[in-house]
């Protein structure tokens, strides 16, 4: 019985073709596929600006910067997320402040976020949490009165909408992956997206060195022109031929998005029936573009999720554990906080279904058959 794993990328030849051509051009570090791929990424985000980085990780530390984030501020942030969401604001200096979820989508809510926020609050990290979009409208009425600032961790929420636009847009800065777990991969990779032409502009030059003049300038000129360093700056370029394979990914986000609902569309309704599991869905506001899957597996059902995650494997199917507690991780085992309660409901009890574009309707039926097995049915 061949493995189901998890995800798996969609790459055709158009992404190896894309690949060649760099490599034929003999420009192959940031240049014009990183400028073209930042002006196809802002249009398809509805953002006004997108500066290309090595990661989510690495957008979202620029992101901390750009918005004036440094020592002593607080910053709110969910537990239940990976890690880095976190490790951003630790990079500046600033202490992150775990704020729980909503059981229903694994996000922050007004009401978490508010209970979160004091006097130090700088900045709240809202996450669209495998996809799943966040009702940011709700958490700025609490936020904006107080001028803290809404930095957006988008890393799985590509091709994902709010309230009809695609999320990420309305937050003051947000940051995307392009990991291969996430749904457009460039191998490794990551964007920061904004309206604000100043951080924009700032974010660009920190991501190399904080030179006054772009690499791709001094290049593309015989006489490079002088630069200066104005400031102390990163190496956080993203290369012309990840960019390429980015562009080809990100015409194909509307076909990979609406695939992926079909398949989510499917496990819900054989699955959501079954007494004590619970697929996650599109909330009231948004749509989701099921980068993650997952399951609830309460008191009711026959295993619990170890058993269940046990039980799947034995039939070669590769499911994951949810997503992670950051509070639980020796990283952060002395940044105090209140109670999680959700956050570790939800991060013991789910687990995350195979979800991927070339996933065959057979394949699908044996994760289904054998989720079903485990409920004795
Ligand atoms: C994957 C992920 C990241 C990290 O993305 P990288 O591109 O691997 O740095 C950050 N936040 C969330 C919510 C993620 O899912």
């Given at each position: 019985m061949a493995r189901i794993n998890v995800m798996q990328p969609w790459f055709g030849p158009e992404e190896v073709a894309a690949?060649?051509?760099?490599?034929?051009?003999?420009?192959?570090?940031?240049?014009?596929?990183?400028?073209?791929?930042?002006?196809?990424?802002?249009?398809?985000?509805?953002?006004?600006?997108?500066?290309?980085t090595t990661s989510c990780t690495t957008a979202l530390h620029l992101a901390m910067i750009v918005a004036?984030?440094?020592a002593g501020d607080e910053v709110v942030v969910p537990s239940f997320s990976f890690i880095a969401t976190a490790n951003a604001v630790t990079y500046v200096g600033a202490r992150p402040v775990f704020a729980d979820v909503d059981h229903a989508t694994g996000n922050l809510t007004a009401q978490t976020v508010a209970a979160a926020v004091t006097a130090r609050t700088r900045a709240v990290v809202v996450?669209?949490?495998g996809g799943v979009p966040v009702d940011l409208d709700?958490?700025?009425?609490?936020?904006?009165?107080?001028?803290?600032?809404?930095?957006?961790?988008?890393?799985c929420g590509a091709g994902s909408t709010y309230h009809g636009r695609?999320?990420?847009a309305g937050a003051d800065v947000a940051a995307w992956s392009f990991h291969?777990?996430?749904?457009?991969?460039?191998?490794?990779?990551?964007?920061?997206?904004?309206?604000?032409?100043?951080?924009?502009?700032?974010?660009?030059?920190?991501?190399?060195?904080?030179?006054?003049?772009?690499?791709?300038?001094?290049?593309?000129?015989?006489?490079?022109?002088?630069?200066?360093?104005?400031?102390?700056?990163?190496?956080f370029r993203m290369t012309d031929l990840q960019a390429a394979v980015g562009l080809v990914q990100l015409a194909k986000l509307p076909e990979v998005v609406a695939r992926r609902r079909q398949i989510a569309a499917r496990y819900a309704e054989?699955?959501?029936?079954?007494?004590?599991?619970?697929?996650?869905?599109?909330?009231a506001w948004g749509t989701c573009n099921f980068q993650s899957c997952w399951v609830e597996v309460g008191e009711e059902f026959?295993?619990?999720?170890?058993?269940?995650?046990?039980?799947?494997?034995?039939?070669?199917?590769?499911?994951?554990?949810?997503?992670?507690?950051?509070?639980?991780?020796?990283?952060?085992?002395d940044v105090d906080h209140g109670p999680l309660p959700v956050t570790e409901r939800l991060t013991d009890t789910t687990l995350i279904l195979p979800v991927f574009h070339q996933m065959t309707d057979d394949e699908q039926a044996r994760v289904i058959a054998s989720v079903r097995a485990a409920a004795g049915l």
């Open positions: 690949v060649g051509e760099v490599i034929s051009s003999g420009w192959v570090a940031q240049g014009p596929r990183v400028a073209a791929f930042e002006e196809a990424f802002a249009q398809a985000m509805d953002a006004q600006y997108a500066v290309a004036g984030v440094s996450v669209d949490q709700a958490i700025r009425a609490v936020t904006d009165p107080l001028g803290v600032v809404v930095i957006e961790d988008a890393a695609p999320v990420g291969p777990r996430k749904i457009v991969t460039t191998g490794e990779g990551g964007m920061l997206t904004t309206a604000n032409p100043q951080w924009a502009q700032r974010a660009r030059r920190l991501r190399e060195h904080a030179m006054s003049v772009s690499a791709a300038a001094r290049h593309a000129s015989v006489l490079a022109p002088a630069e200066e360093y104005l400031e102390v700056g990163y190496n054989q699955l959501d029936a079954i007494p004590g599991l619970r697929v996650v869905a599109d909330p026959a295993l619990d999720r170890e058993g269940l995650l046990a039980h799947l494997a034995a039939d070669e199917i590769s499911a994951r554990r949810g997503i992670m507690a950051s509070h639980r991780q020796p990283a952060y085992a």
